[in-house]
């Protein structure tokens, strides 16, 4: 697949002529982007479906049912309250299984509004905010990459809607698009050295998906960036003191004790811990077959406190290598993907913003000029992410681990290039600097 260059635009860019294969491909990721944006604007997926004796679900079920027990002040964590908002919501079908909503109860606070409409109403209000916004928020950081062609941009917006992440994110009405939000903007404001904007960003993401904002989190203390957690703290406090305020102090042991039960009790189900794409679903279930259990879940906690110490590493190593930061902010992207607690195909949507801060480009053939095989890996990965989805996706009527299974892959290969990638820069910064000195 090489591609072909001409003389230099008047931007200075070198223009992009795709051969045969490369327009091929690209025509295929348009024309899914656009089968998937089609079916985002004109359709709305069966969020209850029953079935002889059993129920299925959309995610944005629980998203809404931990809207209404926000709304009226519920014992949010307990079995039986959960249950019956369940019913209620999902009448005339009936569960005596809940629906696990494993999420802070500083969610379930700000998401409250949300039961104010229907669920219908709330899902279509939920999609038509969340979706632009993370596309739109995404663009802030893409077009600040200066190396970027308008071709490039275009195409690299394309590829964030035509793959499986995204395509499950809009079907189950996930947190996805806002997670890719605020992670971009993060990204974008921390590299820039707007310190404010970085610490909202971290904040808010702290109080709905801490996993993330902890590996987040790193390089701001690693860097010494006190600006950015002097607007990253007060925000989160003001929201879990509100939270508090309103259900009570006991909800935060509650929430910690929700953890450990949602996983293995069968009172609970929606998590589907088998169908993750971390280490913990590659470990404990593909290799070793191993039914969830305490045992299963300590390995997730090992498994973060790994991932932790090795975006930590990556950091401090870092630290005095400015032209490696985007580098390594992506690296640590996809490390708190691979070694995170709870990973969902839908969360790698977050990798858009990995493939934003390192590609060069679009062209295969720009990846190929350089000669580091970490480095190639890594891209080609993020380039035929497209392609690898679509496949997979539409394969996965023959079974969900079809769908699964290179999601997964790809975080382990994305995980290991990029840390290879990183470790050899040191070494060659090293060596330039010994050579300048001498």
Not at 18 to 39: D, E, G, I
Not at 181 to 196: E, M, N, P
């Amino acid at each position: 697949m090489q591609s072909e260059t001409t003389n230099q635009p008047p931007d200075g860019k070198t223009e992009f002529r795709p051969s045969k294969v490369q327009f091929a491909y690209f025509s295929m990721v348009l024309a899914w982007a656009a089968n998937v944006l089609f079916f985002f604007a004109t359709t709305n997926p069966d969020l209850v479906m029953p079935g002889k004796g059993s129920i299925q679900l959309a995610d944005f079920v629980g998203y809404y049912e931990a809207a209404k027990l926000g709304a009226a002040g519920a014992n949010l964590y307990d079995f039986n309250t959960q249950l019956a908002a369940l019913n209620q919501i999902i009448a005339p079908a009936h569960s005596d299984i809940a629906w696990a909503i494993p999420y802070p109860p500083t969610f379930y606070f700000l998401a409250a509004p949300l039961s104010m409409l229907s669920l219908t109403d709330a899902y279509v209000f939920w999609k038509f905010i969340s979706v632009p916004i993370g596309l739109l928020v995404t663009s802030v950081l893409l077009f600040a990459q200066e190396r970027f062609s308008k071709i490039d941009r275009a195409a690299i917006l394309v590829a964030i809607i035509s793959n499986t992440p995204a395509l499950l994110a809009i079907r189950a009405g996930q947190f996805s698009f806002v997670a890719l939000a605020l992670v971009s903007l993060y990204c974008w404001s921390f590299l820039q050295k707007r310190s404010i904007l970085a610490g909202l960003c971290l904040g808010l993401l702290g109080v709905v998906k801490p996993h993330y904002a902890i590996f987040l989190a790193i390089p701001v203390f690693t860097m010494r960036r006190w600006k950015v957690l002097a607007s990253a703290v007060p925000l989160a406090a003001i929201v879990v003191s509100a939270t508090v305020m309103r259900f009570g102090v006991h909800i935060l042991p509650d929430y910690v004790h929700y953890l450990s039960e949602v996983y293995t009790s069968a009172n609970y189900t929606g998590i589907s811990p088998a169908d993750q794409v971390n280490l913990r679903a590659l470990v404990m279930y593909d290799l070793l077959h191993l039914p969830t259990s305490n045992v299963v879940v300590a390995f997730g906690t090992i498994s973060l406190l790994l991932g932790l110490a090795a975006s930590l590493w990556l950091w401090i190593k870092s630290s005095n290598k400015p032209e490696l930061f985007g580098w390594v902010m992506a690296v640590t992207l996809v490390l708190s993907l691979f070694f995170g607690p709870h990973v969902h195909i839908h969360d790698c949507l977050m990798l858009a913003v990995a493939a934003i801060l390192t590609i060069p480009s679009v062209s295969p053939s720009v990846v190929f000029k350089e000669k580091d095989m970490a480095y190639r890996i890594w891209c080609m990965t993020l380039l035929l992410y497209p392609l690898v989805s679509f496949i997979s996706f539409n394969l996965s009527i023959f079974g969900s681990a079809i769908r699964t299974y290179p999601v997964l892959a790809q975080n382990l290969i994305l995980a290991v290039s990029g840390t290879i990638y990183v470790v050899r820069q040191w070494k060659r910064s090293n060596i330039a600097e010994a050579s300048e000195a001498s």
